[in-house]
């Protein structure tokens, strides 16, 4: 679980970087004239201005700034909003009752749905996944708004009329409300346990592939091994380790102390640690 | 037309540095097994192999790349594509046979339309103008892939094999298209003159409008005085500049030395090197 | 003029069939309980309400109606906005100061632009265009709210209560002003004439092309005759006709009453009757 | 399980119809001429050219068919998608290892994942989401093409040329894996039973709410007299019609009968034949 949110801090972490960078590449003004020449107005007025303004100078304009800056700031939110879908999503399935690793808080005495009192819906992760709709749609429009012609129409006008305040608020309200949602996110690691160990150890059975044919097995007799053992796991449920040590040849190909070695859940876990230096730096 | 081709300069740098900061963003490795962990493989594999390969290993991984990096790669190609459709289009609007400001290159010898052996059309940047959509019809099935499943499904995987390929290519066919449409254009300055003067001296009517107010007229009066004349260059095609002379209250006002004085188009050309020097710096 | 308008006509009355299609298809009502088994409801309530409510009842429904009901009629939206630019498009081309052939109404006092006194744009148009981008937008969300997790999640939710009101008010606004736009429209056949003869007698080259070949000229050849000529009236704005009656190879192909004849206007409107009488019927 | 598959029949047949009029909207043809104006060519030759192929003459063209026609086609083509897509998806919900009631068949002696020879990835579902997304993206396009400038530009030529084959051919192919998957699918009705009762009878909870405010008791005290054994089952796994039994506030309101009747399945699915009738007739 820790691995999980370390990506999405890792993905946010970048996102965050070209919101910024999309910021920064939108703050430009413009005082140049109705046709960007500065015939009746000098330069300096318009670097005077952008400067109390906080914005750097267009360094060419016509009537307006060119469309090219508004189109990547909306493209930039429309990724911002597709990484949002994904922790949604992430958080959605963790929360289907069949699996229950993780949910959206829910105090006890919180109503659930009005129909269903047990029902604990990922309301808010649901919710989450249409704003992540609304946001992606303002960049196909301002991609069209790119090409105004000549020195400007007014066509750019009314789409960023509805795309500016609504795809920025309901980033906004989304960001701020999947902080919360992870803020505050419940975690059930025994169900984590339970699911992993629904089919007996079988989730180890690539490590076991792999040992054999170091082991000097083919790898299509190898695959062939583990193969008739996992399938037994997955029809009868019954256990993987088991299994492999009442199967002669592959007890003959690994002995039986290195089976039971393979079973160790720290050998995927060794590298945790080295991932979290690398997201995190310090 | 300097202002205008200086003005697509700006747009396709910045669009140059978006492309290179897509790439960088998309170029690093993974190599940490079937789940991200390096249980089966050391990090330094990764690291070494991403060296080699002009990568950098990606801090975080699962079975594959995070796919907001690829989102962001195709919404920057899609900002390209909007841009090469702005310069088309301002192409397409000179070429019409009322404007005829400037036209994609046609040889005298070289066969015209099959049907009309006069006609002339835009056929490159109409093209380009298509390949445009083309390339941008990437952009929201690459965000949509951002939301994979867990450790990852592979829903992305068709997607990618379509637009990876297509985008790219058409993006870079499109870039040399456009290149060479604009490195042979065909530029006509005197039509640009004709149109200019098509209602004589009209296009002085905003300084017109200034200099009445800077005199002294009410803004409403100076209006009414500058639209009564313009409206009759309009309809009558006669000329401003003489119509004006002609007003006894615009000459009152602004005396005629002044009237004539504001028809010098070097007023609107004076900062044309101000501008060029901030676009092309040195 | 008239046909350009009679095709947007039979365009919009395609549209008038699309949408009452698409009204149709989405007015279906469900009352059929949580998860759409009338567990604890009979079907007849919901055939009973649904007829008090003009609706037909889903024939299977789950908590909800099924969304391809809904992307099918936010698609329809968007083809009726495409259709929208491309009146607007036509608009604003037709109003572009060198074309001139009609222009959205403006009153001879009103006032034009603030800065600009004589400047007409079509400012209705090109915001018609905006707006056909900001309903079209809505399409693609609408169909990622197709695939609801089982009996139905509610990410579908907030997508529609922005996109529901939001396109149909945008689209209702705009077919509004696009009527008033046409109803009042200025149109200005001298300069469609005008035009026209911009390269006089060019636009029939295509006809005395057919002539040439019709009278025994090889194809390779024809065309060389019309262009060699053509390019005259394209470079040097001389007459066509003359240009033709001068050539000694194009009289002595079509002879002079044949080539004068090629230059009667009629044979291009000798069926525009035809075509109002498929489009309008009756 | 039947519900569901019935639900997709209606919605795929809903597509059927879709598609059998978008076909026939886009099934006309026009010889008109290079304006449309059969100038050249007399309108009994489109006729009889169109009756021989199948087709019907377009009322009014231009140099092409109008673009409408195309844009109705592909958002009809982006809706089936969107429809294969919740089809694929509820198969990939069902194929979830802690889910497991139902699966894309899976031979017991292929090969798995060749990483994991236990693992069975819903892979065509899997691949159906992402086709589904390739042939939505050819929608907006297809409407970007509606607005073509006067009697034609070519912009929309090299979108078709792409979206034309790619579109139809992907859902072609993505439909017949489809019917394939679902002809084929294994269903495991033991799980779904296991998953129902993985909280013992809590999917009863709101009948029994039902039947508490039916016989008397305030809304208010039904919700909170269920929520609090239901909250028992959630946390504790404990049987809810037990919990029930022994709650002496809900025993009093109704009877041991009652609420022992309130757990059979049968409640649920006694509609299922008329439902089934409403979407199969006969």
């Given amino acids: 679980m820790g691995l999980t949110f370390a990506r999405f801090y890792a993905e946010m972490d970048r996102n965050k ?20 020449t500065f015939a009746n107005i000098d330069p300096a007025v318009e670097e005077h201005v952008c400067e109390k303004l906080g914005l750097r100078p267009e360094p060419i304009s016509t009537q307006v700034i060119p469309r090219d800056r508004h189109a990547m700031f909306f ?26 690793e993780g949910a959206e808080f829910f105090s006890m005495g919180q109503k659930g749905s009005s129909a269903m009192p047990h029902k604990k819906n990922p309301v808010l992760t649901e919710n989450l996944t249409g704003l992540a709709r609304l946001v992606r749609m303002a960049v196909i429009p301002a991609m069209e708004n790119v090409a105004l012609w000549h020195e400007r129409d007014i066509s750019h006008s009314s789409v960023e009329r509805g795309i500016g305040p609504d795809a920025t608020i309901t980033l906004d309200f989304a960001l701020h409300r999947l902080a919360s949602v992870v803020d505050k996110m419940l975690i059930f690691p025994e169900n984590m346990l339970d699911n992993m160990n629904k089919f007996p150890g079988l989730v180890m059975s690539q490590r076991v592939l792999l040992a054999l044919t170091q082991a000097g097995v083919s790898r299509e007799d190898a695959y062939s091994m583990v193969q008739r053992n996992a399938l037994k796991v997955w029809e009868e449920r019954l256990d993987f380790r088991e299994l492999l040590l009442a199967d002669e040849e592959v007890v003959k190909a690994l002995g039986v102390e290195a089976i039971n070695e393979k079973f160790d859940m720290g050998y995927h876990t060794k590298h945790v640690d080295t991932i979290f230096k690398r997201v995190f730096k310090d």
Same sequence: chains 1, 2, 3, 4.
Avoid: C, D, Y
């Avoid at 990724?79 to 999503?89: L, M």
């Fill in 75 to 100: 493209a930039t939110l429309g990724v911002i909003a597709s990484s949002i879908e994904n922790i949604a999503i992430e958080i959605r399935h963790m929360q289907r009752t069949e699996v229950l």
């Fill in 17 to 36: 970087n070209r919101l910024e960078k999309a910021r920064w590449e939108i703050a430009t003004g413009a005082i140049s004239g109705a046709v960007g």
